[in-house]
Nanobody, 119 residues
Framework: QVQLVESGGGLVQPGGSLRLSCAAS????????MGWYRQAPGKQRELVAD???????NYADSVKGRFTISRDNAKNTVYLQMNSLKPEDTAVYFC?????????????WGQGTQVTVSS
């Protein structure tokens, strides 16, 4: 019942930048964390970055210093600023919301947005 909508993907040259957005709506969950994962064809999905409701951030080693995750709690929106993009960053990027009800924890996923880094 929670909907996540990603936007901002596209084609960019190596060294370029993109900013991804993920807006969450619906549901009655409290948000534990929101984050970004990515998956290249034939590869497993991997964590890129996440941010807790308290503002703590976590990054994959491969993107540290290049990507920045941020949030707007009032809008239930998380952003991923991607700088110095490399061809190996090419993947479908998925937004994830980790939430909780009074009894259960739930994970919700967006539909994904394609990021292609190529000359």
């Amino acid at each position: 019942q929670v909907q996540l909508v990603e936007s901002g993907g596209g084609l960019v040259q190596p060294g370029g930048s993109l900013r991804l957005s993920c807006a969450a709506s619906g549901g009655s969950f409290s948000i534990n964390a929101m984050g970004w994962y990515r998956q290249a064809p034939g590869k497993q999905r991997e964590l890129v970055a996440d941010i807790t409701s308290g503002g703590s951030t976590n990054y994959a080693d491969s993107v540290k210093g290049r990507f920045t995750i941020s949030r707007d709690n009032a809008k239930n929106t998380v952003y991923l600023q991607m700088n110095s993009l490399k061809p190996e960053d090419t993947a479908v990027y998925f937004c994830k919301l980790s939430g909780r009800s009074w009894r259960y924890n739930y994970d919700y996923w967006g539909q994904g947005t394609q990021v292609t880094v190529s000359s």
